[in-house]
C-alpha cells in the first residue's frame, strides 16, 4: 500500500453513482452475499461484485489453484499455484476493498457448516462446479427454507445462462426434479434445466472434450466474465429492490459467439414436455459416448 494511502468507500465506488443512488450504494455496502465455490465463476462473482461495492461476503472452497484452471479463474496464476482458492480470493477482494468482511469456510460447505455459512446472508450465488450436485441441491433448499434468494449462472460455450430462485416462488428441486434419479441421470437434467435454449451447442467443436464420466468439459474465460456479469446485474435488483426479477420457471440464456438473447419460460421445470424430449436426446448422446 502506498505510503499516507487512506482507503475511502465512498471514493473508491463513485463512478457506481449515476446508474444507482448514493443511497443505494450505502445500502449495497451493508449487504451480505454468500458465495460457494471460488473458481471459475465463483472467483469472477466475488471480485465483481466487490467492485459494485458489496460489504460483506461469506465464501467457500477447500480447493487450490492448479495450471489447468488459467484458462477461466480469475485467482489462477503462477503466484497463486497451490495456493488455497478461498484465502488467495478474499485476499484479491481485500486489495480492492480493504474494509470488507469476508468469512471463509476452507474446507467448503457441508451439512454441519450450511446454516453458519448462510446465517445473516441477504442473497446466495452458485459457484460451484457444475458436477457437485449433492450439497448443492442442499444449499438451494436451505436458502429456500430460510428465505433467502438465490442466483445460479452457467458458463455455457461462450456465453451465460441464468436463473433465479425467489422465496415462495418456483424452488431449485421443483424446477430441476432431480429426486429419484440416478446420478448421471440428475447431471443430465441440471444440464437441460440450466439452458433449455442450447445456444451454445451448435459450435462445439470437439464434443469428445465433453465427459459427463469423467466430469469434465471444455470452458471458456469469456463465459465465466459473463456470468458475472449477469449475476451481479440481478443481484443488484433483488437487494435494491428495483427492476424487474424473472424468478424460475423462467430464465435466459445469453450466447456472445451467437449473438443471441433467448428468454426462456419452462413451466413445471423438467417435468415439461420440452425438456422431456431435450433429456431423452441428451441422454442418447451422452450414453452413445459411454
Known amino acids: 500500500m502506498p505510503d499516507n494511502f487512506t482507503f475511502d468507500y465512498n471514493e473508491a465506488f463513485s463512478r457506481n453513482i449515476g446508474w444507482i443512488t448514493e443511497q443505494e450504494q450505502s445500502v449495497l455496502q451493508n449487504k451480505c452475499i454468500a458465495i460457494a465455490g471460488m473458481g471459475g465463476v465463483g472467483g469472477a462473482h466475488l471480485i465483481t461484485l466487490t467492485r459494485l461495492g458489496i460489504g460483506n461476503f461469506n465464501i467457500a472452497d477447500f480447493d487450490k489453484f492448479e495450471l489447468g484452471n488459467f484458462n477461466r479463474q480469475v485467482g489462477a496464476s ?30 467448503g460447505i457441508d451439512e454441519e457448516n450450511l446454516d453458519e455459512f448462510l446465517k445473516g446472508v441477504d442473497l446466495y450465488i452458485d459457484g460451484l462446479d457444475f458436477f457437485v450436485l449433492d450439497i448443492r441441491r442442499k444449499v438451494f433448499a436451505r436458502c429456500y427454507e430460510l428465505g433467502i434468494p438465490a442466483i445460479t449462472a452457467a458458463p455455457l460455450g461462450m456465453g451465460t445462462a441464468l436463473l433465479t430462485f425467489m422465496p415462495g416462488k418456483m424452488s431449485f428441486e421443483e424446477y430441476f426434479r432431480l429426486e429419484g434419479h440416478s446420478p448421471m441421470d440428475q447431471q443430465i437434467r441440471f444440464l437441460i434445466g440450466l439452458s433449455p435454449a442450447f445456444l451454445h451447442q451448435s459450435y462445439l467443436v470437439d464434443k469428445s ?50 449473438n443471441k438473447l433467448k428468454k426462456t419460460w419452462r413451466p ?10 431435450a433429456f431423452k436426446i441428451a441422454h442418447r448422446l451422452i450414453l452413445s459416448k459411454k
Not at 268 to 277: E, S
Open 78 to 107: 503462477i503466484p497463486h499455484i497451490d495456493q488455497p482458492k478461498s484465502e488467495t480470493m478474499a485476499t484479491l477482494a481485500h486489495n480492492i476493498n480493504p474494509e470488507l468482511d469476508i468469512k471463509r469456510f476452507d474446507q
Open 268 to 277: 413445471w421445470g423438467n417435468d415439461n414436455y420440452i425438456q422431456k424430449i
Open 209 to 258: 472434450r465433453v465427459d459427463f464420466v469423467a466430469q469434465k468439459g471444455p470452458s471458456t474465460p469469456m463465459a465465466c466474465e459473463l456470468c458475472a456479469g449477469a449475476t451481479a446485474t440481478e443481484a443488484l435488483k433483488i437487494l435494491l429492490k428495483r427492476g424487474k426479477v424473472q424468478c424460475a420457471p423462467w430464465g435466459y440464456q445469453f450466447d456472445a459467439f451467437k
